[in-house]
């Protein structure tokens, strides 16, 4: 891959020489300034051509000349200057390749942008770049589906600050008829499988976070994911890094702890990191539509988990969306974006290990104070400062309950959203409450939706 990266470079830069020195000999190759038949612009055909202008040319021909002459050079160079600005900017993504294989401590992790027809990608983009600490190590790809020309010029007004690329296949997808409505979904995952298609193959990359074009990041948000990276790869039971808390409202996070994180069943999406392992794994059933929650199915998931946390490291700003009108209405608007650096990268993150995790995280929401639900909501009864556990043992009790203290309350393959083993831990009135299943948790309930 090494090789025919290279080998790539190295023909456009042969390429670019060779259209410069045609350029210049065609240049030379022309007769004197003045020569040059007004005959509709046409280049010059041969000597016989030039014999007969020679005679109807004057001087105030020059002037003329000259114009079109400087026009065709200011039109090769523009063309030059894109073909450069091309090289340019696939050569920041291709960089890495000098050194193969992950490097734990500087890892390149490329950012892929998720674009369509919003320019609003401008405020995702404006965000990146600001926060962005290397270009070397965070490549911004933007991947465009949808062929929108507004959109497009957003994004390449960037210039080689990013990597614009475009899903080539803007066709309609055959879809049975009662999901014509879903046309949108079915397009979402085929430009998916096209552009990590591009990030692992075609620029050889080992992992990858996935951003779109209606989110917007925290100033740590690099920092985050270069710190989870070692911890992603060195965990076989961790299958992604996500920077999104479903249940991330102000009201429901503990605001003076934005350095903890947790470790979650539910895929969270929105801002997410995967390496290029899982993606072999997952491209070649890769679905044709509603690819998150069929990542939450079981047969994907095999029981791994993301880390997330506490204080989202990324809000959507978007309800322009296939669907998510409503749903941003009711939720997503409310998510609190985190804005206190951490130093993530300088902090021991291996508590987040399995090995590790468990053991504790099941200790400190076991010894939590088992309390009823009224008892929570009344408040005034609870002296100290918790942590809390209210207790479900059905789907429907843990709807209510959800529901009750504000949590997020839909289930997929079973899981709770931001659920870990079956606990979704969150902040009420100023308190750590666990709503957690009995003691003796094993698995999910794949029937609980
Ligand atoms: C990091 O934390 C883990 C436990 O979470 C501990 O076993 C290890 O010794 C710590 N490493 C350092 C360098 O402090």
């Not at 702890?257 to 997952?282: I, Q, S, V």
């Not at 700003?317 to 939720?331: A, E, I, N, T």
């Not at 009790?397 to 083993?421: E, H, I, Q």
Request: aromatic share 12%; net charge positive.
């Amino acid at each position: 891959m090494v090789l025919k990266k290279s080998s790539v470079i190295l023909c456009s830069a042969f390429l670019f020489v060779a259209w410069n020195a045609l350029l210049l000999l065609y240049l030379w190759g022309r007769p004197p300034i003045g020569r040059l038949g007004e005959g509709g612009g046409a280049e010059p055909g041969g000597q016989e051509e030039w014999g007969l202008s020679r005679d109807r040319a004057g001087h105030s021909n020059l002037a003329e000349e000259m114009i079109r002459l400087a026009d065709e050079v200011e039109i090769q160079l523009d063309t030059q200057k894109k073909l450069l600005k091309q090289i340019e900017s696939h050569r920041a993504v291709w960089a890495q390749q000098k050194t193969p294989g992950p490097n734990l401590n500087k890892p390149t992790i490329p950012i892929l942008v998720i674009a369509c027809d919003r320019v609003t990608v401008k405020r995702s983009l404006d965000k990146l770049i600001q926060y962005r600490p290397s270009a070397e190590l965070f490549p911004i790809i933007v991947s465009q589906d949808c062929g929108h020309s507004e959109t497009a010029r957003v994004i390449g007004s960037y210039g080689n600050q990013v990597t614009h690329i475009r899903q080539p296949d803007l066709s309609d997808i055959r879809v049975r008829p009662e999901h014509r409505k879903f046309q949108g979904y079915y397009k979402i995952s085929r430009h998916y499988r096209w552009a990590l298609n591009q990030v692992f193959n075609t620029f050889s990359q080992s992992t990858v976070v996935i951003v779109e074009d209606d989110l917007e990041v925290a100033p740590d948000f690099f920092e985050y994911f270069r710190a989870l990276y070692p911890i992603l790869r060195s965990d076989a039971s961790l299958w992604c890094v996500s920077a999104w808390n479903d249940n991330g409202r102000d009201a429901l996070v503990d605001s003076s702890r934005a350095k903890l994180l947790y470790r979650t069943d539910f895929f969270p999406g929105l801002g997410w990191m995967l390496l290029k392992e899982l993606w072999e794994e997952l491209e070649p059933k890769w679905p044709s539509a509603f690819w998150d929650d069929w990542m939450r199915q079981p047969e994907q998931r095999k029981d791994r988990s993301c880390i997330r946390p506490e204080i989202s490291r990324t809000i959507t700003f978007g309800r322009k969306g296939v669907s998510l009108g409503q749903f941003f209405d009711q939720y997503l608007r409310y998510i609190k974006l985190n804005t206190e650096f951490v130093p993530f990268t300088k902090q021991n993150l291996s508590y987040l290990l399995k090995e590790h995790y468990d053991e504790t995280f099941v200790r400190e929401v076991y010894s939590a104070t088992l309390v009823k639900m009224e008892d929570l909501q009344k408040g005034g009864a609870l002296r100290s400062p918790g942590p809390y556990r209210v207790q479900y043992s059905s789907r429907d009790s843990f709807k209510v309950f959800a529901r009750n203290l504000g949590v997020m309350d839909d289930l997929k393959s079973g899981v709770p959203r931001t659920g870990y083993r079956g606990v979704v831990s969150f902040h009420h009135r100023g308190r750590r409450v666990f709503l957690a299943p009995p003691e003796g948790w094993t698995h999910y309930d794949v029937s609980w939706s």
